[in-house]
């Protein structure tokens, strides 16, 4: 009988799906906990001890599921993907204190398109040519999305986070492109261990110059932002591991209605008519390039 971790094929491609939207539903609730704390703390101590303790909570479900040191291949990978998630996570939170959720989140969605791309090259995954012209119409939406902040007059720092989020989209999409690699070669327990694990070390060489010990009311915001990020990592690397990067990427879409509800109950901000048609357009140029599945059909066993 074939290992459903390493085959990543005895699961139908909609319980993938619903376990990776459930996955990027709990991070979206994460992201409303970090940008209340970047807003309090700064980027650098929110993601730090928000990381470390995350690392505690994958320690116990990794020991707890049997534990195991990863081998030489996986390891590669935990430390590619730290390294990669340190960089994106730092630059999106950073943008985050700085732009309405729903227009950062909206930013995000250029994301699964370059998945698709990154996909075809190093997993040899299938895309068509209708991704050139799904690539124009994203970025149409994304000059959209950028016009409606200059309509908001938000000021120059939410042009500033708004170019920091970009960077971070681009380097989540290479995330995913390992994601699906690593998910093949480690199970999700070990994943959400050794990536809070990297991440907190990478972000330790700079305790010297700017970490602080957060305030007593910081601390539960840390607990919940960290087992919700976790909880998350969890989803995603189980979902990872049973369906293609290309069709799980679209799951990210459904952060955008946590983004603009999270964004108008917590901090007051109104999602405009402009950011949702550039949010569209971003959408539909996704879905319109991730709409047969034979886009990102193949490679998956040249990946494993």
């Known amino acids: 009988m074939a290992d459903p971790l390493t085959s990543g094929r005895s699961v139908s491609p909609a319980l993938a799906f619903g376990i990776a939207a459930g996955g990027i539903g709990l991070f979206s609730i994460m992201?409303?906990?970090?940008?209340?704390?970047?807003?309090?703390?700064?980027?650098?101590?929110?993601?730090?001890?928000?990381?470390?303790?995350?690392?505690?909570?994958?320690?116990?479900?990794?020991?707890?599921?049997?534990?195991?040191?990863?081998?030489?291949?996986?390891?590669?990978?935990?430390?590619?993907?730290?390294?990669?998630?340190?960089?994106?996570?730092?630059?999106?939170?950073?943008?985050?204190?700085?732009?309405?959720?729903?227009?950062?989140?909206?930013?995000?969605?250029?994301?699964?398109?370059?998945?698709?791309?990154?996909?075809?090259?190093?997993?040899?995954?299938?895309?068509?040519?209708?991704?050139?012209?799904?690539?124009?119409?994203?970025?149409?939406?994304?000059?959209?999305?950028?016009?409606?902040?200059?309509?908001?007059?938000?000021?120059?720092?939410?042009?500033?986070?708004?170019?920091a989020i970009l960077v971070s989209a681009v380097l989540y999409a290479v995330n995913l492109v390992i994601a699906r690699v690593q998910a093949q070669a480690a199970r999700p327990q070990e994943i959400a261990f050794f990536q809070s694990s990297v991440v907190t070390l990478l972000l330790a060489c700079a305790a010297p110059w700017f970490l602080v010990v957060p305030g007593a009311d910081s601390w539960p915001k840390l607990v919940i932002g960290a087992a919700l990020g976790t909880s998350s990592l969890l989803l995603l690397a189980w979902a990872y591991a049973h369906g293609d990067t290309g069709y799980l990427a679209t799951t990210e879409y459904t952060s955008f209605i946590y983004a603009a509800v999270l964004g108008f109950?917590?901090?007051?901000?109104?999602?405009?008519?402009?950011?949702?048609?550039?949010?569209?357009?971003?959408?539909?140029?996704?879905?319109?390039?991730?709409?047969?599945?034979?886009?990102?059909?193949?490679?998956?066993?040249?990946?494993?």
Not at 276 to 291: E, F, Q, S, T, W
């Open 265 to 304: 109950v917590v901090f007051g901000e109104r999602v405009s008519l402009v950011t949702l048609a550039g949010a569209g357009l971003i959408v539909a140029a996704c879905l319109y390039a991730a709409r047969c599945r034979d886009i990102a059909g193949a490679g998956v066993e040249a990946a494993a």
């Open 31 to 163: 992201d409303a906990f970090m940008k209340s704390l970047v807003l309090g703390i700064g980027v650098y101590n929110a993601l730090f001890w928000r990381t470390m303790i995350g690392a505690g909570f994958g320690a116990v479900v990794w020991r707890g599921s049997g534990g195991g040191w990863p081998s030489r291949r996986a390891m590669r990978l935990h430390l590619a993907r730290g390294c990669v998630t340190a960089a994106m996570a730092t630059l999106f939170f950073w943008g985050l204190a700085r732009v309405p959720m729903a227009q950062a989140i909206a930013l995000t969605y250029i994301a699964p398109l370059l998945a698709l791309l990154l996909g075809a090259w190093v997993l040899h995954e299938r895309v068509g040519p209708r991704v050139v012209v799904a690539s124009a119409v994203a970025f149409g939406g994304v000059l959209v999305v950028l016009a409606a902040q200059s309509r908001m007059a938000l000021g120059p720092e939410a042009l500033h986070g708004s170019v």
